[in-house]
Every structure is written in C-alpha cells, then in structure tokens.
C-alpha cells in the first residue's frame, strides 16, 4: 500500500504504540486520526504529530459505541474516507480472582474488548468502500499466556480480541473483502502500559495487595530491562500491513510458548504452574 494521501485512525494515539503508529504512517505520507480519551496527551499529540502531517485529534471512549461513531464521522468529514484502522487503545487493572470488583472486570472488558469491537463495527463498512484497506488489532502475548498472577481480566480481555480477530480474518478471506486483518501481539513494549490505571473511570477500585503490587513492579522492571522501543512495533506494523501477514508477533517465543503450554496440557492433563509476567 502506498501510503501517501491514505487515511489512517489510531485510536490509544496519545501515547505508546498508537503514537509510533500516528508517527510512522505520518512520515510515510499518510493523514492520520488519532482518537484518545485522555485529554491534555492528546492535544500534545496532536501538536508534535501536527509537525509531521496532517492530523487529526478527536477525543474518543473506545467503549462507547456513540463516541466510536463520533470519530468516524469527523473522520469522514475532514479527510472523505479512511484505508488504515488501528485498535490499539487498552488498559489493565487487576489482583487476585477473589478482590477483582466486577466494575474492574467491566472497565478492562469494555476498553479491551468492546472497544475493538465497536471499531470493526463502525468502520468495517467505510474500509469497504475503499480498494484496500486494512484493520490492526492490538492483542497482547497476554492473548496466548493464561495464568499470569493478577492479570486475569487482562488476559480474558486479549483471548476475546484474538477469537474476534481470528474470526473476522477467516470471514472476510472467505469473501474475497479488500479489508485485510492483522493482529498485533506485544510481548514487553517501553510504554505508559504499567501505569494503565491512571485512566480508571472512578468507581474502579484498585487492589493494594502485595501480589499486585510485586507483579507491577516486575512488569515495569521487565519492560525497562527488555522492552521493546514503540517504534519499533510501529515498524512491524508497517511492514505487516505491506506483506499482508496475519500475526505481528514481536516477541514470537513468548507466544509461542503459551500455545505450546496449552497443547502440553491439552495432550498429556499436566497443567501449567502460575506465572510471573515475561516468563
Ligand atoms: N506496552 C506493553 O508492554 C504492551 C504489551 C502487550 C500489549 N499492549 C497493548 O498495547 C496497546 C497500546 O498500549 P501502550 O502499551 O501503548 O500503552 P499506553 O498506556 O502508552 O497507551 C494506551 C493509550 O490508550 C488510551 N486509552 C485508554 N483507555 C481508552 C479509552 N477508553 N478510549 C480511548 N483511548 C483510551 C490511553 O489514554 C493511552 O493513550 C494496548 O492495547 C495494550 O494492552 C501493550
């Protein structure tokens, strides 16, 4: 695809990955839409990318479906049409089965889960009219790994984006659509993922266990010590969408792993041991 004069919407744009994405597609031509809920990151988003291109920032909930809807109308008002979709935008809070409040369950379901959907329900139709398009799905190695000690909403959320994305692929090859899907799997990214809770609607209670607590810090260390750059990923993800290859994995032996884990379990009954994230 070349990229010059397409469209392409990001949503999580303010930050991390969704900002490399903005970033890259930028320098390769395109115009860019990146939707976010957090307000003051976004305009700084808008006005560093603005540097770079055409930008668009639309203060966007990816849970809600009207505010989904919002963004491409004035997707489609300012640019007339868009070619690349990235569903990106996710959050993550925790603890052990028993002290997660269903609210939290709701709050990472509906960000995680129903915010990708919302984006494949309202935008599948507009990446239609075009010749090629593309759809990017931002999963998690989370989505090959249970048992991660205090992440199980996390998880639940990115095997529900796997399964819809995996879905969605197999239908629209069957039909010969002009949509190609892609699922991005992260495995460690440098990004403000650690500190997800800061988005938290107020009426999420966070868990101050000592198990949480420890599984955080290990996270930020491992992301620190072995993370990847977002550019990186952002790269991956440009390149994904030129080969056409379904799976960006970018971490390929930790999701490797998991599955394996699975089919040893699956075939000989011997379940896996919790784990610590990265491992
Ligand atoms: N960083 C990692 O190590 C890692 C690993 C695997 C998967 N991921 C996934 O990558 C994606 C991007 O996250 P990141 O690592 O760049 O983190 P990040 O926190 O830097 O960026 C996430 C962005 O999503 C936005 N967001 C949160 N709730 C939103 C909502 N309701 N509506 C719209 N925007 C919302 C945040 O404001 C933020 O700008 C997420 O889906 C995350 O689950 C990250």
Request: contains cysteine; hydrophobic residues 45%.
């Given at each position: 695809?070349?990229?010059?004069?397409?469209?392409?919407?990001?949503?999580?744009?303010a930050?991390?990955?969704?900002?490399?994405?903005?970033e890259?597609?930028?320098?390769?031509?395109?115009?860019?839409?990146?939707?976010?809920?957090e307000?003051?990151?976004?305009?700084?988003?808008?006005?560093?990318?603005?540097?770079?291109?055409?930008?668009?920032?639309?203060?966007?909930?990816?849970?809600?479906?009207?505010?989904?809807?919002?963004?491409?109308?004035?997707?489609?008002?300012?640019?007339?049409?868009?070619h690349?979709?990235?569903?990106?935008?996710?959050?993550e809070?925790?603890g052990?089965?028993g002290?997660?409040?269903?609210?939290?369950?709701?709050w990472?379901?509906?960000?995680?889960?129903?915010g990708?959907?919302?984006?494949?329900?309202?935008?599948l139709?507009?990446?239609?009219e075009?010749?090629?398009?593309?759809?990017?799905?931002?999963?998690?190695?989370?989505?090959f790994?249970?048992g991660?000690?205090?992440?199980?909403?996390?998880?639940?959320?990115?095997?529900?984006?796997?399964?819809?994305?995996?879905?969605?692929?197999?239908?629209?090859?069957?039909?010969n659509a002009?949509?190609?899907?892609?699922?991005?799997?992260?495995?460690?990214?440098?990004?403000?993922?650690?500190?997800?809770?800061?988005?938290?609607?107020?009426?999420?209670?966070?868990?101050?266990?000592?198990?949480?607590?420890a599984?955080?810090?290990?996270?930020?260390?491992?992301?620190?010590?072995?993370?990847?750059?977002?550019?990186?990923v952002?790269?991956?993800v440009?390149?994904?969408?030129?080969?056409?290859?379904?799976?960006?994995?970018?971490?390929?032996?930790?999701?490797?792993?998991?599955?394996?884990?699975?089919?040893h379990?699956?075939?000989?009954?011997?379940a896996?041991?919790p784990?610590?994230?990265?491992t």
């Amino acid at each position: 695809m070349d990229f010059t004069g397409k469209t392409a919407v990001v949503t999580g744009g303010a930050s991390g990955m969704g900002y490399a994405m903005a970033e890259r597609f930028l320098a390769e031509g395109a115009n860019v839409v990146i939707a976010d809920i957090e307000r003051e990151a976004l305009d700084r988003a808008a006005h560093t990318l603005g540097l770079l291109g055409d930008v668009l920032a639309v203060r966007t909930d990816v849970s809600s479906e009207e505010s989904v809807q919002a963004l491409a109308d004035e997707t489609i008002e300012r640019f007339g049409g868009v070619h690349i979709l990235c569903n990106n935008a996710g959050v993550e809070t925790g603890g052990s089965f028993g002290a997660i409040a269903a609210r939290s369950w709701r709050w990472v379901m509906d960000v995680n889960f129903f915010g990708v959907l919302n984006g494949c329900r309202v935008f599948l139709p507009l990446l239609e009219e075009q010749p090629e398009a593309h759809i990017v799905n931002t999963a998690s190695v989370a989505a090959f790994n249970t048992g991660t000690a205090t992440m199980t909403p996390y998880a639940t959320s990115k095997f529900a984006v796997l399964a819809l994305s995996e879905s969605l692929d197999i239908e629209l090859r069957a039909r010969n659509a002009t949509v190609a899907m892609h699922l991005l799997a992260p495995g460690p990214v440098k990004t403000r993922m650690v500190e997800a809770e800061r988005n938290k609607p107020a009426d999420v209670q966070l868990s101050a266990e000592p198990e949480r607590i420890a599984q955080m810090e290990n996270l930020a260390r491992l992301t620190a010590e072995v993370g990847l750059e977002p550019s990186e990923v952002a790269g991956m993800v440009y390149d994904a969408i030129q080969d056409g290859g379904f799976f960006i994995l970018t971490h390929p032996e930790h999701a490797l792993t998991g599955v394996r884990k699975r089919l040893h379990w699956m075939e000989t009954g011997e379940a896996p041991a919790p784990r610590i994230a990265g491992t």
